[in-house]
């Protein structure tokens, strides 16, 4: 809002400024090639015999002409250095005013997304207990419509904790905080959860559940990545109609890996679809929603669990993210 104002008074400074400075170089040059024509004129043989007083003379008023013509250039480069300070502070006025009013529209965001956290767990709750009912007294459609409910109800939750997450990103305040858990049965109460959705997308999620041991974890954050990547497929593959998820484990370490068979990532943006607001290609795009940070969170909250996410390279049927969560 401000960037055209600030232009056009800079190009209203600049102009005359650049007018006075061309006009002092112009009269320094004349100045300049007069003196030496004049210089040249005296020490002419033919002129040996006049006055050297009137020589002296001469040559004084020839030096005085080249510093006269010397002072709007002088002016010109004075003037430019304040207009730059001034420019300089009008500029740093400006960036405090938008960051602070950044930092405002920051804080009002994080207390919106904290204030409806509490709502949406307790429409979640009784989403699920009302399914639960649903599901005793044997009506399987009002069963079907709570548990879409309560998908996108978790949906909605998970970008929320997504901008919180950024936030406190922003912040260095990321954390997570592990407890001993199963990671297959983290994988499949949040694939259970979300299974409406899905279904109702026409996209069929598979899962291949190879990682029953103890470990330590935070299963907030494995639901919260795991939520994010299938987010992804729903936006950008769908056309592929599935997703699979897969765990493995060794002595080091636990895997998740999520793929799809959509269009996949083309290799020069395996890096950026990470930075936060990125989106792989325009024609991907139309129609997709969300708050673009999901991936960037996403990685940050598996190395903040001392682990990595990752674009699997060498997949070709689609996209392929590898999660890998350590043991100890």
Known sequence: MHSRPNFLLV???????????????????????????????????????I???????????????????????????????????????????ESRRAMSEALQRVTFVNQVSHELKTPLTNIQLYAEMAAHRAEKTGDQTAARYLGVVGAETSRLSRLISNVLAYSRKQRNKLTVNPKSAV????????????????????????????APETMRLDADVI???????????????????????????????????????????????????????ERVRSD???????????????????QAHGGTLNVDPAYRDGARFVLTIPKN
């Open 11 to 49: 190009l209203l400074v600049l102009m005359p400024l650049s007018l006075l400075a061309w006009l002092g170089m112009h009269l320094a040059r004349s100045a300049a090639q007069r003196s030496a024509e004049t210089r040249e004129l005296v020490r002419d043989v033919r002129f040996a015999q």
């Open 51 to 93: 006055d050297p007083a009137l020589i002296g003379a001469l040559e004084r008023q020839t030096d005085d002409s080249e510093k006269a013509a010397l002072l709007p250039a002088f002016l010109a480069v004075a003037s430019g250095c304040v207009l730059v300070l001034g420019l300089g502070w009008m500029y740093y006025r």
């Open 183 to 210: 990671l297959d049965e983290v994988v499949a109460e949040a694939v259970t959860r979300w299974a409406p959705l899905w279904e109702g997308k026409g996209i069929a999620i598979e899962t291949s559940l190879h």
């Open 223 to 277: 639901i919260q990545i795991l939520g994010n990547l299938l987010s992804n497929v729903e936006k950008y593959a769908a056309t592929g109609g599935m997703a699979r998820i897969i765990t493995t484990m060794d002595a080091r370490q636990a895997t998740l890996t999520v793929e799809d068979k959509g269009p996949g990532i083309p290799d020069r943006m395996h890096r950026r679809v990470f930075e936060a607001f």
């Open 284 to 302: 991907l795009n139309e129609g997709a929603s969300g708050t673009g940070i999901g991936l960037t969170i996403s990685r940050e909250l598996a």
